[in-house]
């Protein structure tokens, strides 16, 4: 974020004209008054107070939102970069470890993306009071989405990141120290926290809450997923079209897509061509939903690396972090998961025939493992780079009997090495700062 808090410019003055200057000034201006400079950069409470300050603190936590996904360097890329969507094309020992699969805490990238997530959340959670007291008219559905921003982050954080996850808080202006959660406890908070938002925003069908109550839906059928409990995590999305899509937007004058800026543009991140025996080639499938440039031999900025450019994103483009697509693949893992392979088929075979992009239709899996294959592969195609991917590897281990290293890159790294063991990240060392934390409870899945 550019910071705006120079209050005057610095001008090349000698010492004489300086001295004259001074002489000019009136004796008044020894006054205190003189010395009583408004910082533009320190919003009190009271400053926010009001139904305009409350309608500030709303779009805050979504430009937080905006910066913990698809507007800065977030998990939408490092969870790709620990798994197999991305590639690191760069010099930066912190990505070239993440992509090794071998991270550790005082990782300055990671911690950034960490910190985003967290402000996120609670962006969310002091718009959240600001609307109900000072917004009367359109505090409702505001109030849900800021809750809706709230789960997305948790879940986020519960995808990503080892089991014993502080969430801190603040409360009248005071910072409370959040304790170790497990993994489950952050998921059955993003859980609850997209139910408020259902609740809050009640049976109203405008547009604006139509909006967040399919976002919401989306989020807590996510989280159910990711807790197992796949008959609820279907019947939480049923009712959201397929056409839905919950976008975070971007400009060249507020917030750039950072899936373009790093790929694209600075080339740090390349599409992985599959990585590690076990990685899907992204860059080399040639398949619709993951379009990809022509290989640049050595193109990376580390002149090194082949360069594969995404074609999905440009600079401008928004990002879809909710969808009826997710909707239609979480009922599709669902009907599995019942003993309804036939029926997943369905579901995944209309998506790809309703998409109009040139996808033929799956052909059935003989064995149990091909047919979970399957219903993965199509995710990590329809959901590329959006911030699924390791959390569908980590379910594969914790909910499908896979192990680690049949799942995850293995084997000899590309840049020298062999990958580490890491299937999520460690809490970074900004939260030793944290009295109540003593370390990841495990790094399992």
Not at 110 to 118: F, G, I, S
Not at 246 to 255: C, G, I, N, P
Not at 268 to 296: H, L, Q
């Amino acid at each position: 974020m550019t910071q705006h808090s120079f209050i005057f410019r610095r001008r090349r003055l000698g010492w004489t004209r300086q001295l004259a200057l001074a002489a000019l000034l009136p004796l008044a201006a020894c006054s205190k008054d003189i010395l009583e400079v408004t910082d533009p950069d320190i919003i009190n409470p009271g400053d926010v107070a009001s139904p305009a300050g409350a309608a500030g603190l709303y779009a805050g936590a979504l430009a937080r939102l905006d910066e913990a996904t698809s507007g800065g360097e977030s998990f939408f890329l490092l969870g790709g970069l620990l798994t197999d969507e991305w590639r690191s094309g760069d010099t930066f020992v912190q990505r070239n470890e993440t992509d090794k699969r071998d991270v550790i805490e005082s990782n300055s990238i990671v911690n950034t993306a960490n910190r985003d997530l967290h402000r996120a959340r609670l962006g969310a959670r002091l718009a959240i009071d600001a609307l109900r007291e000072f917004d009367a008219g359109n505090r409702v559905w505001r109030i849900g989405e800021m809750y809706f921003a709230t789960g997305f982050a948790e879940n986020m954080l519960a995808e990503h990141f080892c089991s014993g996850i502080p969430l801190s808080t603040v409360e009248g202006g005071n910072l409370v120290y959040g304790t170790p959660l497990t993994t489950t406890e952050v998921f059955d908070r993003a859980v609850a926290h997209f139910d408020s938002a259902l609740a809050e925003i009640g049976s109203a069908t405008d547009a604006a809450t139509t909006n967040v109550r399919r976002a919401a839906s989306i989020g807590k059928g996510r989280a159910l997923l990711n807790l197992g409990k796949f008959a609820e995590a279907a019947a939480a999305v049923a009712a959201v079209p397929t056409t839905y899509q919950y976008l975070v937007e971007h400009s060249q004058t507020a917030s750039s897509n950072q899936l373009w800026a790093l790929n694209t543009s600075a080339k740090r991140y390349t599409v992985s061509p599959g990585e590690g025996t076990n990685g899907i080639p992204f860059a080399t499938a040639k398949d619709p939903r993951v379009p990809v440039g022509p290989r640049v031999t050595r193109g990376s900025f580390d002149a090194t690396t082949d360069f594969y450019p995404q074609l999905k994103w440009g600079q401008e483009s928004p990002v879809a972090i909710a969808s009826g697509t997710e909707a239609r693949l979480i009922e599709a893992e669902a009907a599995y998961k019942a003993g309804n392979y036939a029926g997943a088929l369905v579901i995944l075979n209309k998506l790809r025939s309703d998409a109009n992009i040139g996808l033929v239709a799956l052909a059935p899996a003989a064995t149990p493992a091909a047919q979970e294959n399957q219903i993965f592969t199509e995710r990590a195609y329809w959901l590329f780079s959006t911030g699924h991917r390791l959390g569908d590897l980590r379910r594969l281990v914790r909910q499908y009997g896979r192990s680690p290293e049949s799942v995850f890159p293995t084997g000899t790294f590309f840049k020298g090495g062999e990958y580490g063991a890491d299937v999520n990240f460690p809490v970074t060392q900004a939260e030793e700062n944290n009295p109540e934390f003593t370390g990841c409870i495990n790094r399992s899945a």
